[in-house]
């Protein structure tokens, strides 16, 4: 496969990796799949990232990610402990 398409196959990957962030935050159904909204959202993250805030603001996301991550992934955990019958 060409260069170009391997990094075309990767860029995809990574903005569907994102759009299912978007959803999976349920933005989607929250804004009534409202494109502008999610769009000046997104915005109003960025320019917090630029102020005075960024920092403190990107600690504070970061944490609330890595918990929401670490309590989907219990959920799982439980739920195939549960199918194996565990």
């Given at each position: 496969m ?29 804004t ?52 194996d019958?565990?």
């Amino acid at each position: 496969m060409r260069t170009w398409q391997v990094e075309r196959r990767q860029r995809t990957r990574h903005l569907i990796e994102l759009g299912g962030l978007v959803f999976k935050a349920g933005i989607v159904e929250l804004t009534n799949d409202d494109r502008a909204t999610v769009y000046g959202a997104l915005l109003w993250i960025a320019e917090k990232l630029q102020s005075h805030e960024g920092e403190n603001a990107r600690h504070l996301w970061a944490a609330k990610g890595k918990q929401a991550f670490d309590a989907e992934r219990h959920e799982e955990q439980k739920g195939s402990e549960r199918r194996d019958g565990g």
